[in-house]
């Protein structure tokens, strides 16, 4: 047996080693962790529904409308693709810090003081962790109590090929939303 083939041979063992450590260990979780820079699906984000652009932000104030706590904003920027194109009406709903889990999108003041909606990824004792669906990296600043203004409930992206719901001078309800009122 030549040098060379020695050492495939112990790389070999040792990389079976390893994964036989892992995979025995019940309390492993390395397999359900995304990879580095990655945010894991947020399933607690609402994904946004597609309307006619003149329509988006009327079905949003008529959904925030019908909830208590609520409030609109318009997302900017590219951070949360593909979850939340450019120009997404966001319904944001104020929620106590206990309520919070991974996965859902809020909406904080970040460390320029601009607002920013992005997905929580981990509870520290400081604080929340966030990072953008589409960032590499998380975000600096924590998201707390202070700097906390909702958690995404509802989301309306534009769509120019959607024909408008609404009708000049037409009273119509949002879909779900039990609003109703002259245009």
Known sequence: MTR????????????????????????TTWAAKPAAGLVPTPARSPIAEEAAPRDVWWLAEAFAASRPNCDT???????????????????IERM???QLEPGMTVVFFGDSGRMV??????????????????NAERDRTLVRADNYLGTVIKAYTPNPEISSVRTPGVRVAAAGSGVGGRL
């Open 4 to 27: 060379s083939s020695r050492v495939g041979i112990r790389e070999k063992l040792c990389v079976a080693l390893i994964l036989a450590v892992l995979c025995a260990s019940p309390s």
């Open 117 to 134: 909606a992005h997905v929580l990824v981990e509870r520290t004792w400081r604080g929340w962790i966030a990072q953008g669906v589409g």
């Open 73 to 91: 904003m318009v997302g900017r920027g590219d951070s949360m693709l593909p979850l939340y194109r450019d120009r997404t009406v966001l319904v």
């Open 96 to 98: 106590e810090q206990a």
